[in-house]
């Protein structure tokens, strides 16, 4: 067997068209209507840049505002908090996004929960995750690449109801709300994490329907761990030295690709898989946000 490969580059041009299509007809209807995202960055890391131009010129090419506010690495905590305290204060802003990591003289879990509920777009407030983990409670904001795996997941119309789901990873961001979303819709979860066995590992995925890795380590998933037709989803985004590129690198996912692909019916690739669907998802919950604040069904 030779797997599909999910297209996630094409999912997510298709879903940011739908969301301008949304935000100008919504224009259209209530001029007054202007969804505003405001990103925070603390410092100059290169990928960190790349990944705020990334979001910002996204927001622009939807018709949503996008303003940077850049800080020197050196500022304080108290300055920081007193920054995002100030634009949930204002109403003009319908999200607020931290690009992390922070420097390690703040702490990114005091920073980012303070983000309001309403305007946390990245869906990390203790608010939106306590929702997610309650079985009957609707988060505001789901994080974004949880969310955009789930939509990628039923774009190709993948049955979860009744399946064995292994989740790699488990961190706040990614791997734990990825589980309980896939287990909210009839998964039967397991995941994996560094405390599992090599057997554990072996075991649980090759009686996988679909698995998703969420690790940051290159091949941590080989076909010879995959049952035939699972689906595979890889969020990893690891950088391999690669001298036939000008940059000297290129980017891989958790995934071997090749030997997965021999025994999967469908996988995502990396670049062009999770990641595109992840930014197109700020969007979607910046837009949500904006159409509750200007209380738009
Ligand atoms: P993270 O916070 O570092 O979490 C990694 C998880 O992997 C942890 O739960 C860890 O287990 C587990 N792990 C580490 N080594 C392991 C091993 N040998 N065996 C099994 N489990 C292991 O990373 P993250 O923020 O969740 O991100 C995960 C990956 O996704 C990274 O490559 C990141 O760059 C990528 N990512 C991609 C996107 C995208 O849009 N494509 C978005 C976000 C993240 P413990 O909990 O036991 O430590």
Known sequence: MTADIIQGKVISKELRQNIKNEIDAIKAKNPEFKPKLVVIQVGARPDSSTYVRMKLKSCKAVGIEGELRKYDSTIGEEELLKSVHELNEDTSVHGVLVQLPLPAHISEEKITDAVE?????????????????????????????????????????????????????????????????????????????????????????????????????????????????????????????????????????DVDFESCREKASKITPVPGGVGPMTVAMVLHNLLEASKRAYGIE
């Open 117 to 253: 509920q309403a305007k946390d777009v990245d869906g990390f407030s203790p608010l939106n995750m306590a929702a997610i983990f309650k079985r009957k409670a609707q988060p505001l904001q789901i994080p974004c690449t949880p969310k955009g795996v789930m939509y990628m997941l039923d774009h190709e119309k993948v049955v979860i109801d009744g399946k064995n789901v292994v989740v790699c990873g488990r961190s706040d961001i990614v791997g734990g709300p990825m589980a309980k979303l896939l287990e909210k819709r009839g998964g039967t979860v397991t995941i994996i994490h560094s405390k599992t066995t090599e057997e554990q590992k072996k075991f649980y995925c090759s009686n996988a329907d679909i698995i998703v890795s969420a690790v940051g380590k290159v091949n941590f998933l080989r076909g010879d761990y995959v049952k035939p037709g699972a689906v595979i989803i890889d969020v990893g985004t690891n950088y391999v030295e690669d001298s036939t590129k000008k940059s000297g690198h290129r980017l891989v996912g």
